[in-house]
């Protein structure tokens, strides 16, 4: 073999072992060999999963990037109350609490004072909700009635999960199981975690006993880069994860596994993609509503499962 035909292939292995290391990394980063193979899955247990789940794939959006009027930037965050029958948002700059309407109308804005970095609400029940501070990675229980025209959320009752001072990365998703009476709660990255919450809000009369547990294997199998929002739907037991960065949501069962999933890039009627998804929610008629960065309101609907 001559020197040329040897430092040809030399170069050869050299790049190959690149191309395959850079593979690796960006597979690592980007979680892109498991979303393939969910992709398949999905593909090959369509007929199955459909009657099982809420079934992602079959939504489509009946209300697209409507500007929510009165909110300039910064909404965040999406519950539905199911007593009120509408929906409440957070706006972290300036802190604030907004109901709106099933339309992405603005019902009325809340003022909220003692928390620096609201991302995340979630109504549990009896007019309390807790909120997520994401910097301080504390959870706070606050409590809204009809009358409400301001919060402050500085003596009443909270929470840490995780630790330290989590930046721009803390949680970001909460989901309330109503009947387990569990907590969701969501650390947006550096690493996507889900935390499970249950005794708290806790009440007056008994003693305090907070347990917060994680699922390693459930966190494993997600294959998005971020987490920005999380629901949880009673009839199937089933969490949504709402991911920014991937342009996803997720429906993944009580184990962790995803089962279905809609594109939040293209496809389901959308004409443009979801700029920055920050909240979703889900209504007692499993109709899907999503806020997105900077005040965009978006409602999407089941289509015929056959």
Wanted: negative net charge; charged residues 25%.
């Amino acid at each position: 073999m001559t020197k040329r035909k040897k430092k040809g292939r030399f170069v050869l292995c050299v790049v190959a072992v690149i191309v395959v290391a850079a593979g690796v990394v960006a597979g690592r980063h980007f979680r892109f060999f498991g979303r393939v193979c969910f992709d398949f899955r999905q593909w090959y247990y369509a007929s199955e999963w459909r009657e099982r789940s809420l079934w992602l794939p079959g939504y489509a959006v009946t209300l697209e990037a409507k500007p929510v009027a009165g909110v300039d930037d910064n909404l965040s965050g999406l519950t539905w109350n199911r007593d009120t029958r509408t929906l409440f948002a957070v706006i972290n700059n300036p802190a604030e609490i907004v109901e709106l309407s099933t339309g992405g109308d603005v019902l009325r804005s809340i003022g909220l004072r003692g928390m620096a970095d609201p991302e995340a609400i979630e109504y549990i029940g009896d007019g309390s909700y807790i909120l997520s501070d994401e910097r301080a990675q504390k959870l706070v229980q606050v409590f809204i009635d009809a009358n409400t025209d301001s919060v402050d959320a500085r003596d009443l009752q909270r929470i840490t999960v995780g630790s330290g001072d989590a930046g721009n990365s803390g949680v970001e998703g909460l989901a309330w199981d109503f009947s387990e009476r569990k907590l969701y709660a969501a650390k947006e990255k550096r690493p996507v975690h889900i935390y499970e919450v249950t005794g708290f809000p806790h009440n007056s009369g008994n003693a305090l006993n907070v347990d917060v547990t994680d699922n390693q294997q459930r966190d494993d199998r997600l294959f998005v880069t971020d987490v920005s929002g999380l629901d949880f739907n009673q009839r199937y037991r089933h969490l949504l994860v709402l991911s920014d960065e991937s342009r996803i949501l997720l429906e993944i069962d009580t184990s962790g596994q995803p089962v279905s999933s809609q594109s939040l890039q293209s496809g389901h009627g959308l004409s443009a993609p979801v700029p920055q998804p920050e909240g979703v929610a889900m209504d007692d008629d499993d109709t899907l509503y999503l806020v997105s960065e900077p005040n965009l309101f978006y409602v999407f609907r089941p289509q015929s499962r056959h």
